[in-house]
């Protein structure tokens, strides 16, 4: 996503229970971190994340801290669960998030097309505390 498409995002979520974290270096966003909650009573005790950070920033510790933020946060609005979608070829994150404590919960076939080529998802989710 671009910066104005983050802050478009952001402004979006405002009032729904969802929230972001933003990490920011030399003054511009290195990564951030999205929480999606649900507005619907019943299912409002889970969340969907989505986590990104710029490539030069990799291996910086950068997602650890947004997702240990994210995860406190989540666990003060009362979330019981936070579920994930990652690519299937992302060998990289799916390490991360299992060192996490984040359990495989199922497979999507030809979840994402790229550049024409059909690549497969899985999902994870984490039981909070």
Known sequence: MTVEDEQSFIRNTNGSGSF???????????????????????????????????????????????????IAEAKRRGIRIIGLTVRADNKRAIAFYKRNGFEFSGGLRMLFCLGGNYVDGEQYELLLK
């Open 20 to 70: 972001s974290i933003i990490a920011v270096a030399d003054g511009s966003i290195c990564g951030s971190c999205d929480i999606r909650i649900q507005n619907r009573e019943r299912l409002r005790h889970r969340a969907e994340m989505g986590i990104a950070v710029r490539k030069e920033y990799w291996g910086a510790g950068i997602a650890q801290h947004l997702l240990e933020e994210a």
